[in-house]
């Protein structure tokens, strides 16, 4: 066994399981600051920026010092790869947490308005899909990154639907424009976490099967049948 | 130019010990591929049955089929002789004939044959030694110095100038670069590339980078059997056998 090379991978899965908790939580926090238009829970992930900014250089480093040192092979090299990448999906999760509270913050300087969209479900759902794709990574079941895959279809459709109904409110309402406004990129940043969920599916299926499925693609690397039939 | 090789049923045998068990591969000609695996996998004695050498050791046999392009070579009538002209083979560690000058280890092969023509040895040396990329550096040494005078990479690429001589097909590389320093390594590995043009190439490596850098199509060998037989990036990059993916990352054993 190559013992300090699995002390790297170690410590890699650990910061990149830290990184994704930062993020979760970044997320969990912009959706309760939305729910209960609290500036304190906006500054909290405001302030949480700063220290995923730095995780994410930091397993980057990490991840580059195993790829030059080491030289990983087959499913340590998928590994490392995917948590680069992971990394980086988990960073923009972390950035659309801090675009929802900036909205929140011009909403609590707005009067109330009854808005027809349910954000809460939405991140209930969006909440779900990053959780579930980091259980796939910490377990490395692709079974579980597949499920998350077929719930951004779910969270594209309540961002559809969000769309429709909040356009209509500022056509009907105008004075509930800029609250309709606030809501409608809510939705949509939340949408963008969803989508950086299905990145994270998509690269631990690349992981544990070496299969990639982006864009729907499914493509495994190529095997020739090269050993002759005898 | 090089030619393909097809292996079908190889089994080989030291004594009573069964070293290659029913090995199938086909080598793609004017390519390089990578024989790869633990010490005593049998991944020398495969390579060392592909001319024939196997059969050089005391108490050896071989068993199935080998067909360099289109001969086989354990076929009744076929002269092992005639193989070995056909495939070269470089060692581990580079072996020039000592005593002879840089022009006369590359013209061994061909003087040994018969060969007589003063202008066209010349001109044989002289490609060959371009071929092996050592042509600029020992041009203006080529009588004066020995063989062994020469550095460890050097000599390693005068003997592949003189594997080249005789125009071979197929050129066999038993851990050409193992005992070389990296640059050294890196101009070997170069001259691979280069000399896929005209030969087909199967090198045994240690060194797992340096078959991916080189080799197109790499086999894992463990305890005499082929394992696996790929792609070289598939095999780096996501190998089908669990024994190839626990050896490639070092988890083996």
Known sequence: MRTRFQQGLDELREKLLR?????????????????DR?????????????????AERDIDEVAFDLLAMQQPMATDLRFIL???????????????????????????????????????????ATSAMVRRALESFIEGKDELAQAVLEMDNVVDRMRDEAFISLVRKMNEAPDATQQSLDALL?????????????????????????????????????TTPVVPET | MGVGIEVQQL?????????????????????????????GCGKSTFVRCLNRMHETLPETRVEGKVKIGDQEIYGTGTSAVQIRRRIGMVFQKPNPFPTMSIYDNVAAGLK??????????????????????LWDEVKDDLKKKSGASLSGGQQQRLCIARALAVEPQVMLMDEPASALD??????????????????????????????ARVAEYTGFFLLGKLIEFDKTEKIFTTPSDKRTEDYITGRFG
């Open chain 2, 11 to 39: 089994n080989a045998w030291f004594g009573k010990n069964q070293a290659l068990h029913d090995v199938s591969m086909k080598v793609t000609p004017n390519q390089a591929t990578a024989v790869i695996g633990p010490s």
């Open chain 1, 19 to 35: 990184m994704g908790g930062l993020a979760e939580q970044a997320v969990d926090r912009a959706c309760e600051a939305y729910r």
């Open chain 2, 112 to 133: 040994l044959n018969g060969f007589r023509d003063r202008q066209k040895l010349n001109e044989i040396v002289e490609r060959s030694l371009r071929h092996a990329a």
């Open chain 2, 182 to 211: 990296p640059i050294s390594t890196g101009k070997i590995e170069e001259l691979i590339f280069q000399l896929k043009e005209h030969y087909t190439i199967v090198i045994v490596t240690h060194n797992m980078q340096q078959a």
């Open chain 1, 82 to 124: 995917a948590v680069v990448k992971i990394n980086s999906d988990l960073e923009r999760v972390g950035d659309q947490a801090v675009n929802i509270v900036e909205r929140v913050m011009d909403m609590v300087d707005l009067p109330t308005v009854d808005l027809p969209v349910d954000i809460s479900r939405m991140a209930n």
């Open chain 1, 186 to 222: 809510i939705a949509r940043n939340l949408e963008r976490v969803a989508d950086h969920a299905t990145n994270i599916a998509e690269d631990v299926i690349f992981w544990v099967r070496g299969r990639d499925v982006r864009h729907n693609a499914g493509v495994t690397r190529r």
């Open chain 1, 38 to 54: 609290d500036l304190a829970r906006c500054h909290q992930v405001l302030e949480g920026e700063s220290v995923i900014n730095a």
